[in-house]
């Protein structure tokens, strides 16, 4: 019998390898077609239209995914896919300020702040959003469990690694269903981000809404061609090593962390339970940079390889993404579904167009665009409309909107507002917890205007030119 046993476990080790190996070989060839993709006249077109290889591929994967009407791919492949996303964004975040110089402190706090607060408005305005259509549609007409207010902040700030995690939460909670709906408004949330804002970003350009004209935006499509094919490696090694210990030191400090703040226990342990490596991954890239300026060896980093990993990375996030959406799901519950998504959607444009024009005096269009797909599809979908609407990071938003996430991230998009926010939903009732959110929403709002009064611009350039 235990020889019977040891012949299963080693044909279950082997079937993992295997499909390990498949998943993982199949990626290798998405990532280097991405690359040469991106370098064709047609995909430069494209994307100067809003329309992202990554979405493209993604749709491609989607039709032969295991609930695709072509289901080549089996789900074994796709679940492994399903898993990489956190990965992919905590190399996204690891590349973002290492090729920058650090921040100054001085002229850092209002271009920050006005991020932060539009960030804010939209968050915690998705749940005032989220408990007024229940209280006043779905529960008298459709008889929802309440906790169902919170899907909006889960799915579209969260994602599917939030829903997922909140799916056990709803669980203890009396929720059942609330993982698959979780898993469907993040779904919904992925989809619209994309495609929608990659529209806002083609409105955006005909209507003079970008900063920076069209002839502007060619993409540097190779490193200096002066080097030899050894320094180029060598180049791309170090700066690939580089990222490696941005996320090693925000892998060890989450780790840390957990396990002093664990003993704490309660609501705190369970928040660090959730709470991502990619904040922290961003953190390790600014210090390692501050590192590297203090020893002067920043000529270490090659700011075209950070870009070229970091827009991979999320080219690679949003593919494998797609191709694990379970599209079934969106049919069940589709009513309430449908007008938490809808309200959640039109919300998050509100937020864009009128909140902006409050907080932003200067390119307010692409500092908004991507807190719209953060808000609506994660931070990956933020950071990808953005590389739509500025390639070349010329308005130096990228950053800002990093720093921003480092703080605002322990809070929503599954960090402690996103946990609590069930458990208050059943101490004070739904009622209870949105006045709370419409407080919060309307003070963020009367913050706002306050801080209109004064001139982003100047401060915004300074700490990042």
């Known amino acids: ?163 997922a995690v909140m799916g056990q939460s709803f669980e203890r909670l009396g929720f059942s269903e609330g993982l698959d709906l979780g898993l469907a408004m993040a779904t919904v949330g992925l989809l619209a981000s994309t495609l929608l804002g990659s529209g806002l970003v083609v409105v955006g350009r005909l209507l003079g809404w970008i900063s920076f004209e069209l002839e502007t935006l060619d993409r540097e499509i190779s490193i200096d061609q002066q080097l030899s094919l050894l320094q180029k490696l060598k180049n791309l090694v170090v700066n690939l090593g580089l990222v490696g210990l941005a996320v090693a030191f925000g892998a060890t400090l989450l780790a840390f962390v957990r396990f002093f703040g664990g003993k704490l226990g309660g609501t705190f342990n369970e928040v660090l339970s959730v ?42 996030l949003i593919t494998t993404a797609m191709a694990g959406l379970d599209l079934p799901l969106l049919l069940n519950d589709w009513i309430p579904l449908s007008a938490l998504a809808l ?46 609407a500025d390639p070349r990071d010329q308005t130096n938003i990228l950053p800002i909107f990093s720093i921003k996430q480092l703080f605002l991230q322990p809070l929503l998009s599954g960090g402690l507002i996103t946990v609590i926010a069930p458990i208050s939903i059943i101490k004070l009732g739904l009622i209870g917890w949105t006045e709370i959110c419409g407080a919060l929403t309307l003070l963020f709002l009367i913050v706002s205007i306050l801080m209109r009064s004064q001139e982003f611009s100047q401060s915004y350039e300074s700490p990042l030119s």
Request: aromatic content about 10%.
């Open 275 to 316: 709470f991502p490596v990619f904040p922290l991954a961003l953190l390790g890239s600014l210090v390692i940079r501050f590192v590297l300026e203090k020893f002067e060896k920043t000529e270490l980093v090659s700011e075209i390889l950070q870009r070229e990993i970091g827009i991979l990375s999320t080219d690679l």
């Open 1 to 163: 019998m235990s020889r019977l046993n040891h012949l299963i476990e080693n044909q279950l080790l082997s079937d993992s390898f295997t499909k390990l190996v498949i998943a993982f070989g199949f990626l290798f060839i998405f990532a280097i077609l991405l690359i040469v993709g991106r370098r064709l006249d047609s995909a430069l077109k494209l994307e100067r239209l809003g329309i992202p290889i990554s979405i493209l591929f993604g749709a491609f994967v989607l039709l032969i995914g295991p609930h695709g009407p072509s289901p080549l791919l089996p789900e074994s492949i796709t679940d492994i896919w399903v898993k990489l996303p956190t990965a992919l964004l905590t190399i996204v975040f690891a590349t973002l300020m290492l090729s920058k110089p650090v921040p100054s402190g001085k002229g850092l706090f209002q271009p920050v702040a006005s991020q932060a607060l539009l960030a804010l408005l939209l968050g915690f305005g998705q749940y005032l959003i989220g408990g007024l259509v229940l209280l006043l549609f779905l529960i008298p007409y459709q008889g929802v469990d309440p906790l169902m207010g919170c899907l909006i902040e889960v799915g579209f700030e969260g994602g599917h690694g939030a829903a």
């Open 343 to 388: 309200s959640g959607l039109l919300w998050n444009l509100f937020g864009m167009f009128l909140f902006s024009r409050l907080l932003f005096r200067q390119q307010w269009f692409e500092r908004s665009i991507i807190e719209f797909g953060n808000a609506t599809g994660v931070a990956a979908s933020g950071i990808l409309l953005l590389r739509l």
